[in-house]
C-alpha cells in the first residue's frame, strides 16, 4: 500500500496578536488561532468569537427568495396543495421537515416526496412531478435538489405545476472557449440558490436546509408571526449543516452554535428518542455527536430503506411512538456500518491488487457493492490514500458512482468536462455523484486521469499546526478559553498544537473494542502529562517497532525503561483537553499525529 507521508506546516501568519488580544480582552494564544483561519480585523475576530443571530444575513438578500415567499403565500391562501420535493440525505431530510411544518404553521397544506435512490438516484425526476400532479400540487418546492434538474422543472411547467427550486449545490454551466462561463437555471418560476452567480448573498456556504431556514425566516416576517418560532427550524439547520459536512465558517457557525444549544431542550420527541437509543446525553451535546452519531441513522435511511422512516421519526406526536422509530433507524445505522467496513476492505484489495493509487485519480468499481455505501466508502479510501476517489457500483440502469475529493481538485468542474459520457452528476468540488453507461467506464476513467493536474505534491496529506506549545504552558483556564472557537469541524478545526520530542514512559490499550491507546509521555523540560491516541494503534505500534524495535514497544507497554538506546521519541500534533474524573480534573493532550523527529 502507497502510504503518503504527511506535510507538517507550521503556520506563521503575522499580525498584532497582543494588541488586538488587549483590544478584545482575551489571550494573544487565542488571537493568533483566530487569525490562522482567517479573521484579520478586530470586528472580524469579535464576530468569530462573540457572533450571534443578529449577526445572520437578510433573507431578502437571497435571489429569488422574495419571489418564492410570494409563491408559498398566494398557494397557501387558495388553499392549494404543496408538494415538497425532498432527497434521501441528512440535509434533504431537514430542508424538507422544515418546509413542512413551516407551510403546516402558515396555514397551508403540504406533502412530501422523495426518489428511490436506488431505481431513481439523486433528486427531482419525472416520477416525482407526475405524482405530484396526481395529487394535485400546485406549487412544487424542491429542497437539496433541483438545481440540475431542469427535465423535470419543465415537465412540471407543462402539467401546470408552479415550481420553486431551493438548493446549495453548484450550478451547472458550460465553459466557452474564451474562459467564460455560461450558467445554466432550471426553468422554474424562482430558484434560491447563493451559489448562482448574480445572488448578492454574502455567505455562499448554506446547506439546503440554510436555504430553507432563510426563506422561512422571510415567510415567517411577512406573516408577521414570532420569529422566536424559528428556534425549531435552526436547530434543524444545525443538524443538517454538520452532517452534510459544510464549512463551520460565517453564518453556519453562528446556525450550528446556536441550533446545538437549542437541539439540547429540543422539544422534537424524534430527536429526543433517537438521542435515548444512541446513548447522547442531551446536555453534552456536540457537532461530534451530530456528524458521528445522529446524522449516519437518518442517512441510513435513505441508504438502506425508505427515507419515510426517518419522517416517520422526526414527526411523532409522542415518546411512545418515536422510541420504536429510533432503534429501528439505529439497529439500521449498525448494519450500514458492517456493510461499509466490508465495502472498504474489498476497495483496498482491489487498490492494492490493481495498483490504482499510482493514478491522480482512483476509480474503484465494486460490483457486489450496494449502491448507498459507495459515497461512504470513497470517503474512507480518499482518507487512506489521499487521492481522488470515486466507487462506482452497479445500478439498475447502467452504473452509479459517488466520489470524494481533496482539497487540490475540484470533482464538480472535472465532471462537467465529461459530461458527454454521462446520464446523470452534481455534487460540489469535495463531493459529488454519478451515473454512466459501462460502455463509457473506460473512457471516463481515461480523461479523468489525464486532465487532473495533480502533482505528486497534491497528494500529500497538510496538517496545518496552530502553534509550538510546550505542555507546561497548558491549563485548564486557557483550554477554556478555546472553547469560544466551537463549535469544531470542516472549516474551524479544533486548534491544533505541536511539540517535538515526547518520551513514552507507559502505554496500555483501552475501551471495549480496544481502539484507544493511552500514554504517559515527558518532554525534554521533565514535564510529564497523559496523552490520548485515538487513531489506528496498529499502526502507531508498527511505527514504534520500525523506528526502534519490539522491545521498546513491549516496554512501553510494561511501563518499564526502554532498552539502552531505544528509548521512544516521538513528535506530536495534538490538541489539549480537560479530563474530569470521579471529581479531579487534569490537564491531557490528544494525539492527532506522530512521527520520529531526527535529533
Given at each position: ?7 507538517w ?13 488587549q483590544?478584545?480582552?482575551v ?23 462573540y ?28 388553499g ?17 421537515l422544515i ?12 406533502k ?5 435512490r ?10 416525482i412531478?407526475a405524482?405530484a ?6 406549487l ?47 426553468p422554474?418560476?424562482a430558484?434560491?440558490?447563493?451559489k ?10 448554506l446547506?439546503?436546509?440554510g ?14 408571526l414570532p420569529?422566536?418560532e ?5 436547530s434543524y ?12 465558517n ?10 446545538l ?6 422539544e ?5 428518542a ?7 446525553d442531551p ?18 435511511a435513505?441508504?438502506?430503506s ?8 422526526l ?9 420504536p422509530?429510533?432503534?429501528e433507524l ?24 490493481d495498483?490504482?493509487?499510482k ?44 466520489g ?22 452534481g455534487?460540489?468540488p ?21 486532465d487532473?493536474g ?12 496552530d502553534?509550538?506549545?510546550p ?16 463549535p ?5 478545526t ?8 515526547f ?12 481502539n ?10 521533565g ?8 487513531g ?5 505500534e ?5 523506528e526502534?524495535?519490539?522491545?521498546a514497544?513491549t ?6 525503561p ?7 521519541d516521538?513528535?506530536?500534533v495534538?490538541?489539549?483537553?480537560v479530563?474530569?474524573?470521579r471529581?479531579r ?6 494525539v ?8
Amino acid at each position: 500500500m502507497k502510504i503518503s507521508e504527511e506535510k507538517w506546516i507550521l503556520q506563521n501568519k503575522k499580525a498584532d496578536f497582543r494588541g488586538l488580544a488587549q483590544q478584545i480582552g482575551v489571550s494573544p494564544l487565542l488571537v493568533k488561532l483566530a487569525v490562522n483561519r482567517g479573521y484579520r480585523t478586530r470586528e472580524e475576530i469579535h464576530r468569530y468569537f462573540y457572533g450571534t443571530r443578529r449577526d445572520m444575513y437578510d433573507p431578502e438578500l437571497l435571489r429569488d427568495a422574495p419571489a418564492a415567499a410570494d409563491e408559498i403565500l398566494a398557494c397557501i391562501e387558495s388553499g392549494g396543495l404543496i408538494g415538497i420535493a425532498s432527497d434521501f440525505d441528512v440535509d434533504g431530510i431537514f430542508s424538507a421537515l422544515i418546509l413542512y411544518k413551516g407551510i403546516l404553521r402558515l396555514g397551508g397544506r403540504a406533502k412530501i416526496y422523495t426518489p428511490d435512490r436506488v431505481a431513481e438516484g439523486y433528486g427531482l425526476n419525472l416520477r416525482i412531478v407526475a405524482d405530484a400532479a396526481d395529487d394535485g400540487v400546485r406549487l412544487l418546492l424542491t429542497c437539496d435538489n433541483g438545481i440540475a434538474a431542469p427535465e423535470p422543472v419543465a415537465r412540471a411547467g407543462e402539467l401546470g405545476i408552479t415550481v420553486v427550486v431551493t438548493d446549495h449545490h453548484e450550478v451547472p454551466f458550460t465553459e466557452k472557449e474564451d474562459g467564460t462561463r455560461e450558467y445554466h437555471l432550471p426553468p422554474a418560476r424562482a430558484v434560491v440558490n447563493p451559489k448562482r452567480d448574480d445572488c448578492p448573498y454574502p455567505y455562499k456556504g448554506l446547506c439546503g436546509a440554510g436555504v430553507t431556514y432563510k426563506l422561512m425566516e422571510l415567510l415567517y416576517r411577512r406573516r408577521g408571526l414570532p420569529q422566536k418560532e424559528l428556534d425549531e427550524f435552526l436547530s434543524y439547520a444545525a443538524v443538517a449543516t454538520v452532517a452534510d459536512v459544510m464549512d463551520l465558517n460565517g453564518e453556519n457557525r453562528i446556525i450550528v452554535k446556536y441550533g446545538l444549544e437549542l437541539l439540547k431542550k429540543t422539544e422534537n420527541q424524534g430527536l429526543r428518542a433517537l438521542m435515548a437509543v444512541a446513548g447522547v446525553d442531551p446536555e453534552t451535546l456536540s457537532a461530534y455527536h451530530i456528524g458521528f452519531i445522529l446524522g449516519p441513522c437518518f442517512n441510513a435511511a435513505g441508504r438502506l430503506s425508505t427515507v419515510q422512516m426517518a419522517f416517520s421519526l422526526l414527526l411523532a406526536d409522542s415518546m411512545e411512538e418515536a422510541l420504536p422509530a429510533a432503534l429501528e433507524l439505529k439497529t439500521l445505522n449498525d448494519s450500514r456500518k458492517e456493510m461499509t467496513a466490508r465495502g472498504v476492505e474489498q476497495a483496498r484489495e482491489k487498490i492494492e491488487k490493481d495498483e490504482l493509487w499510482k493514478l491522480p485519480v482512483m476509480v474503484v468499481y465494486l460490483e457486489d457493492c450496494h449502491e448507498s455505501l459507495a459515497g461512504i466508502i470513497a470517503g474512507r479510501i480518499r482518507e487512506l490514500y489521499h487521492h481522488p476517489v470515486y466507487v462506482i457500483v452497479d445500478a439498475q440502469t447502467g452504473l452509479k458512482g459517488s466520489g470524494r475529493s481533496i482539497e487540490a481538485y475540484s470533482m464538480f468542474e472535472h465532471l462537467q468536462r465529461c459530461g458527454d459520457l454521462l446520464d446523470r452528476f452534481g455534487g460540489h468540488p469535495m463531493a459529488a455523484g454519478l451515473s454512466l453507461q459501462e460502455k463509457n467506464l473506460a473512457e471516463f476513467v481515461r480523461r479523468l486521469n489525464e486532465d487532473s493536474g495533480l502533482t505528486e505534491e497534491d497528494f500529500r496529506p497538510v496538517v496545518r499546526i496552530d502553534a509550538a506549545v510546550p505542555i507546561e504552558y497548558l491549563t485548564e483556564e486557557g483550554i477554556r478559553e478555546m472553547e469560544l472557537l466551537a463549535p469544531f469541524g470542516k472549516g474551524n478545526t479544533r486548534p491544533l498544537f505541536a511539540e517535538q520530542h515526547f518520551r513514552i514512559l507507559s502505554g496500555r490499550i483501552l475501551g471495549k473494542n480496544r481502539n484507544v491507546l493511552k500514554m504517559q509521555v515527558e518532554n525534554r523540560t521533565g514535564h510529564r502529562i497523559e496523552a490520548m491516541y485515538f487513531g489506528d494503534i496498529e499502526a502507531f505500534e508498527d511505527c514504534v517497532r520500525r523506528e526502534y524495535g519490539e522491545e521498546a514497544l513491549t516496554a512501553m507497554y510494561q511501563g518499564r525503561p526502554s532498552p539502552a538506546g531505544t528509548s521512544i521519541d516521538l513528535g506530536f500534533v495534538y490538541y489539549p483537553s480537560v479530563n474530569a474524573f470521579r471529581g479531579r480534573k487534569t490537564v491531557q493532550i490528544v494525539v492527532e499525529h506522530y512521527c520520529r523527529i531526527g535529533g
